[in-house]
Each structure stands twice: as C-alpha cells, then as structure tokens.
C-alpha cells in the first residue's frame, strides 16, 4: 500500500486552474502534517503550502500566497491543493509528503512522498 498518492495534475492555460489531490494510507491526518512541494526542471524542490495536523492551519509560499488553497478532507483521509491563476513560475511536478508532527516541518524531516504529479502551463 503506497503511503500518499497525487492526482490532478494535467496541462492547464495561463491564469486557469487546477486541483491536486493527495490519497493517505496506513495513517490518518490527524497525526500528519502534510506539505506540498514542487520541483521544476533544474531547480531545488521548495515548499509550496502545508497543513498542521491537529488545527488543520495552512501555511502557504509567498509566491502562491492568494492563488493556492489548501484544505484536508479528514473523512477521505485525502489533502487538496486548489490551484488558481495559474501563471509561467508555476510549471513543475507536485509532490504531497507526510511528516509524523503536529506542525509542517522542513523537508528531510518529511517521512512518506507520492510519486508526484506533472502540472504543465501552456505558453
């Protein structure tokens, strides 16, 4: 059983919008922050939102702040990232990882990745 699978990811237009998913297993929210990340091509992959696990605060970028959302659907075990205004920065493979914390934690601290998502913005 894959800890933390993505979806949603797929080719959108400039200024569009997008949803990711991201499906937990083997463990429950509540005792999970969960973070998005994202890589593009040649660049580190950086932090993108998070959500605490006991609150469900968010934490966002500054670079997505006001564009992302994120939000956790504890019945489904399953975190969503919203997309909007999509813009040519955002282009990369989004990854969800899980960090066995309240809190949303730097990157090595993180115990489980998805296999990451492709989210494309056509020129």
């Known amino acids: 059983q894959v800890p933390l699978v993505e979806s949603g990811g797929g080719l959108v237009q400039p200024g569009g919008s997008l949803r990711l998913s991201c499906a937990a297993s083997?463990?429950?929210?509540?005792?999970?922050?969960i973070g998005w990340f994202r890589q593009a091509p040649g660049k580190e992959r950086e932090g993108v939102s998070c959500?605490?696990?006991?609150?469900?605060?968010?934490y966002y970028a500054d670079s997505v702040k006001g564009r992302f959302t994120i939000s956790r659907d504890i019945a489904r075990n399953t975190v969503y990232l919203q997309m909007n205004s999509l813009n040519p920065d955002d282009p990369a493979v989004y990854y969800c990882?899980?960090?066995?914390?309240?809190?949303?934690?730097?990157?090595?601290?993180?115990?489980?990745w998805g296999q990451g998502t492709q989210v494309p913005v056509s020129s």
């Open positions: 990882a899980a960090v066995k914390s309240t809190y949303c934690s730097p990157i090595p601290l993180y115990d489980y």
């Open positions: 083997g463990f429950t929210l509540d005792s999970y922050a």
């Open positions: 959500i605490h696990s006991r609150d469900a605060s968010p």
